[in-house]
């Protein structure tokens, strides 16, 4: 069975690597497989394997097919729909969850489409509750994300999510709620239970609260989220497959002690039945409080089978039960396959059943508790460097710590608390108060953990075959006591843990222009040095492009100290990411023309004339002057890097003014053959002059998707193609990579590289 379900997974995970949605005809393939697999017994693999491909393309296809039409992005409609899940509420707007009943646009015209919205409502007062069916004023996109080496896929995760659109609320006196909707019950309990929480308690335990009790993440700050990350305790905060085990474990002990007790009932329903009855329902209105998250579903279907199989008249093998639970998820959710919690739920379960079979251990229950909690933990740690591509060091001291204390202790006295919110306020208040101890010990040892030298060590992005060698490594390492040649596993780690990093030779280097929507940011590296120019936006307290982006890119090429840091001006397109970088990796240096927003001893202005050489590359700022009036766009660093094998020229968001005085003070030296397009192609800059004088092979344009200010404009982009130049934006590239080497440039596009047929 083990051999099928893996077939059938790899069908599915073979159509998720296609660039394009293969045509429904290879369905007519599936007659002819099943009559040959009658006859050979090798094509039944086979046809198990087409049957996942043909489901997959049934199954996602329809979802990608029925997306927004592109001729309303960016146009205002009126939406009618249902808000299916608790309100996110930060700062500055409220996030909402859609689910589309009609839209019409301005022409009175229905546009079709199934699914859900996801909106941003600034600046506003009201908090629509789940279940309420709203008519707003919209602008609405398809959902678009960033794409660079290292990055958060969005666009693959609204797609899991069922999210067809992004976009967000305009003032108007058209949005009106228009009535409760029938049904909702879970999301308006879950609501009411929010609601109150808040009322109860306050920051930093809210974040803690909402998170165990209805899996709501939004009120953990960033501190928290550093610190969980750092010790590798992030997945005790989402409810899934650990936290419903842990819940129906207890239930069922609980069930089972007070069901046995009743003789006459137990001839009936014996209470190893009736306390799995009990468990599974327990994980599920626990799951269903949680907002039925993707997680919990696949822990639910795990859990189910896994009960299931206890009371088989024949004896299942603990691997089928696995199987079957995972050709389960798989049917019913396709994309699960691309999900690291799929992975790491039954690499977990696999493993467990991998170091308890056939073992003897005569030590007491907590020794096997906490060696199977160590070995779990180092068995995981391939599965967790190649994703997450950082090894926290304390992982395991924190697990072993933060398991138990969350599993039996936190999540339990959370949940009792809730229950006696509404009846007994009083005394859910007592248990906040014991909650809040226990959580402020438990943080106390995280973030001490987290504060060590060298907590997470970062490692470079590694390929599958690596992976597989260092699972067959972990495997090797964790057979039972007594085999020899143990220790050569960790030789198969080793790929793993030190990957190889291509260097480049003397005088070459590579530049890198992100994918960061409206802002800007590069890489630069030579062989020994890395030079960071902008660091794009800062959208929130939550998000910016220092910890969305760069800093995930830096962790995939290997990246652990930037040489120089370059911040051109202090518009936050340009600066809003920089503070997160200093947090996260060492900086030697910062050049900026806003020094004064980086009161450090590295930090200096830049002017023209600052040079310096890195293994043959050379770096120049041609502008602005030292003692220049220039401020804001204009006062932006301009950089030229050169090699003998190319160079580049980064020009912030200078505009006319500062461009022609570029070409006073320096001329010939401004010539390149790549240029980053000044100001995102804007018509305040990229004057005729400019560009003949610069005279590049390529104009890179660093632009967000369908962004509110149009740039870049098309007759700027005209421009440079009067000239000869070839133009690339961002939005349409991801990532734009060149790399500068004897034989000349070589050019690639991370989007057109790694795209899927869902991306844009």
């Not at 129906?248 to 209470?271: D, E, M, S, V």
């Not at 202790?409 to 009792?416: A, F, G, K, Q, S």
Request: proline share 4%; aromatic share 12%.
């Amino acid at each position: 069975m083990l051999a099928r379900t893996l077939a059938f997974a790899a069908g599915i995970y073979c159509l998720l690597q296609f660039s394009f949605l293969p045509t429904y005809w290879l369905f007519a393939s599936l007659p002819c497989l099943y009559l040959l697999a009658r006859k050979f017994a090798v094509i039944k693999i086979l046809l198990v394997f087409a049957l996942g491909f043909c489901w997959a393309l049934l199954r996602i296809g329809s979802d990608v097919t029925n997306a927004l039409n592109p001729e309303i992005e960016n146009s205002t409609v009126l939406l009618t729909g249902i808000v299916s899940t608790l309100p996110e509420i930060n700062n500055d707007h409220v996030r909402l969850l859609i689910k589309v009943n009609d839209i019409v646009d301005d022409k009175q015209r229905h546009i079709p489409i199934d699914g859900k919205v996801r909106l941003n409502w600034y600046k506003t007062n009201i908090i629509p509750a789940p279940g309420e069916t709203w008519q707003l004023r919209v602008k609405l996109k398809r959902p678009y994300s960033f794409m660079n080496p290292g990055g958060f896929d969005y666009e693959t995760w609204m797609l899991k999510q069922g999210i067809k659109a992004t976009g967000y609320v305009k003032q108007s006196n058209l949005n009106r709620k228009l009535h409760d909707s029938d049904g909702y019950f879970i999301e308006r309990l879950r609501y009411k239970i929010s609601q109150k929480i808040k009322q109860s308690i306050d920051k930093p335990l809210l974040g803690l609260v909402l998170a165990l009790s209805l899996g709501d993440r939004s009120q953990l700050v960033p501190e928290q989220w550093r610190t969980l990350t750092q010790t590798g305790t992030n997945h005790l905060i989402a409810i899934s497959g650990l936290h419903l085990g842990l819940i129906a474990g207890f239930i069922y002990f609980l069930a089972h002690l007070f069901w046995r007790h009743f003789f006459h009932a137990t001839q009936y329903l014996p209470a190893p039945i009736m306390a799995s009855i009990m468990a599974f329902a327990g994980a599920a209105f626990y799951a269903a409080l949680a907002g039925f998250a993707l997680p919990t579903q696949r822990a639910l279907i795990m859990l189910a089978v896994f009960l299931i199989s206890l009371f088989s008249a024949k004896k299942i093998a603990g691997i089928n039960v696995v199987c079957v639970a995972m050709l389960m998820i798989l049917i019913l959710q396709p994309l699960a396959i691309i999900a690291v919690d799929f992975w790491l739920s039954f690499s977990a379960v696999m493993l467990i059943l991998y170091l308890t079979r056939n073992r003897k251990n005569k030590q007491g229950h907590l020794h096997q508790w906490l060696r199977l909690q160590l070995f779990l933990s180092l068995a995981l740690c391939p599965l967790l460097i190649f994703w997450f591509k950082q090894f926290p060091l304390y992982s395991v001291l924190a697990n072993i710590i933060a398991i138990p204390l969350i599993g039996f202790m936190l999540v339990p006295l959370v949940l009792i608390a809730m229950a006696l919110l509404f009846t007994f306020p009083l005394l859910a208040e007592h248990l906040y108060g014991i909650i809040d101890k226990l959580n402020s010990l438990l943080w106390a040892y995280l973030e001490t953990l987290s504060l060590q030298a060298h907590a997470v060590i970062p490692v470079a992005a590694s390929n599958s075959a690596y992976l597989l060698l260092a699972i067959c490594g972990a495997l090797i390492l964790l057979m039972p006591r007594g085999l020899p040649g143990r220790w050569i596993g960790i030789l198969y780690l080793l790929p793993l843990l030190f990957p190889t990093v291509p260097r480049l030779n003397h005088a070459e280097y590579t530049f890198s222009l992100l994918d960061v929507g409206q802002g800007l940011a590069a890489v630069i590296q030579t062989s020994q040095h890395v030079l960071v120019y902008d660091t794009g936006a800062r959208f929130s307290e939550r998000f910016n492009i220092g910890d969305a982006v760069i800093n995930p890119y830096l962790k995939a090429k290997g990246v652990k100290r930037i040489s120089t840091l370059i911040v051109s001006h202090g518009d936050n397109d340009h600066i809003g990411g920089a503070h997160a970088l200093l947090e996260n990796i060492s900086i030697d240096r910062i050049l900026t023309s806003v020094p004064d927003k980086f009161p450090l001893p590295i930090t200096q202005k830049c002017f023209a004339g600052q040079r310096w050489e890195w293994d043959g590359v050379e770096f120049e700022i041609l502008h602005p002057a030292a003692g220049s009036s220039f401020t804001g766009n204009n006062a932006s660093c301009v950089v030229k890097v050169s090699s003998k094998h190319g160079s580049v020229l980064l020009t912030g968001d200078i505009e006319l003014r500062a461009e022609n005085k570029l070409l006073n003070t320096a001329g010939e030296r401004a010539k390149s053959d790549v240029m980053v397009v000044p100001h995102h192609g804007s018509r305040t800059s990229s004057s005729k002059a400019f560009i003949a004088s610069v005279a590049p092979k390529y104009a890179f344009v660093s632009a967000g998707y369908r962004n509110r200010f149009g740039f870049p404009k098309q007759d700027i982009m005209s421009r440079y193609e009067n000239h000869g130049i070839e133009s690339l934006v961002s939005y349409n590239s991801g990532e734009l990579f060149v790399k500068f080497v004897k034989t000349g440039l070589i050019i690639e596009q991370f989007r057109s590289k790694s795209r899927r047929f869902w991306h844009h």
